[in-house]
């Protein structure tokens, strides 16, 4: 019975669409002009339920407006383009800074030293909280496909990664031989990627990824929307794995564009 009422006013939301003065905020997205006129119609229903179903708060002053939110949701929609919208059943609150914000924690040293600390941050993703962002990093992000990062791509994907409970880098998959070759192969990638960092070469992809296979799913997954031809490039096999999870080419979209 629930199941069937949430369809029925999905269908309703869908249905009523997308206000025109929103467009222009959409169409200054990159990713929104390379995608198929089927796949912006999909991304527009996927935005109306978002809205509809998700609470924004404003923090440190920030007024919630109807451009920060479709903004942060044409992002956080285009990774579920092609997946089922209950993978974010587990977001139900976006908090949102006007800028980098400061994220207090408790850590225990050797000595037993129970140490608060201050750290700064762009966003975070709680395993069973809200995700966290500051709008000038995922406004800019939104709109510079060309430097790889991207805070709402990265922390949703994260959301992504947790909906099993566990923030280990492995996105829910359909079957259990996936999930062998996902671990295999990213822990492949990363191990090679975290090796360079190490050794200060060039990388690829952001150094951060090396510090946890979460943040190295994350920070792939910022690349494959962001810069897809220059991935499937320097990390074939993380760029398919990337497209078999996520059900997208982007590198596809971007080749035709160019």
Known sequence: MFAWSRRR??????????????????????FVSQLTQKDQHRLHALICVFLAEKDFEGCDGLEMRDKIRVIIAAQACLLILNLD???????????????????????VTSGG?????????????????????????????????????????????????????ITDGIP???LAHEEDAWRKRMNTAMVRHREMVERGSPVFLDDYGATH??????????????????????????????????????????????
């Open 9 to 30: 006013r999905r269908a309703r939301l869908v249905k009523r669409g997308l206000p025109a003065d929103w467009m222009p905020w959409l169409e200054a997205l990159p």
């Open 85 to 107: 919208h209950l993978f974010y059943q587990k977001v139900n609150t976006i908090l949102v800074y006007p800028s980098v914000f400061r994220h207090r924690s408790q850590q």
């Open 113 to 165: 030293v129970i140490e608060n600390r201050e750290h700064t941050n762009l966003g975070e993703a709680w395993p069973n909280g809200p995700i966290v962002l500051a709008w000038d990093h995922a406004y800019q992000g939104g709109r510079n496909p060309n430097d790889g990062q991207n805070t709402v791509f990265h922390e949703f994907a994260h959301k992504l990664d947790m909906l099993d409970g």
């Open 172 to 174: 829910p998959l359909t």
């Open 213 to 258: 296979p979460a943040e190295f799913f994350a920070v792939a997954t910022e690349m494959f929307f962001e810069r897809p031809l220059d991935l499937r490039k320097r990390e074939a096999e993380v760029y398919d794995l990337l497209k078999t999870f996520y059900r997208q080419d982007p590198a596809a979209r971007s080749a035709k564009a160019e």
